[in-house]
């Protein structure tokens, strides 16, 4: 059973600092482009990253870039996200999705794997 896990969420004041983590199980992830999503009540889902697992090469979204950086640990099996100098406008269920590919964002539907998402809230 194939499986993406987030981890890392929660509550944290604007300027501060979240380790995200996907954990991915059940097949070779060696070939996939993972990326990070993140929706907010009330909004549409938007992309914040992707990292290609094969090469380690990364994109952001403008919104994040300089504060948000993707990194793997392959012997877990696990990217990650960390975010710094967070702001109010962060808050949002975090999502991590696999898919085959180019690092650009496709439509989610195009994306073969979602993990359940981790909620992040920063206070202001």
């Known amino acids: 059973q194939v499986q993406l896990v987030e981890s890392g969420g929660g509550l944290v004041q604007a300027g501060g600092s979240l380790r995200l983590s996907c954990a991915a199980s059940g097949r070779t992830f060696s070939t996939y482009v993972m990326d990070w999503f993140r929706q907010a009540p009330g909004k549409e889902r938007e992309f914040v990253g992707a990292?290609?697992?094969?090469?380690?090469?990364?994109v952001y979204a403008d919104s994040v870039k300089g504060r948000f950086t993707m990194s793997k640990d392959n012997a877990k099996n696990t990217v990650y996200l960390q975010m710094n100098s967070l702001k109010p406008e962060d808050t949002a269920v975090y999502y991590c999705a696999a898919k085959v590919g180019s690092l650009l964002p496709v439509r989610p539907a195009d994306y073969d794997y979602w993990g359940q998402g981790t909620q992040v809230t920063v206070s202001s």
């Open positions: 990292l290609s697992w094969r090469t380690g090469s990364t």
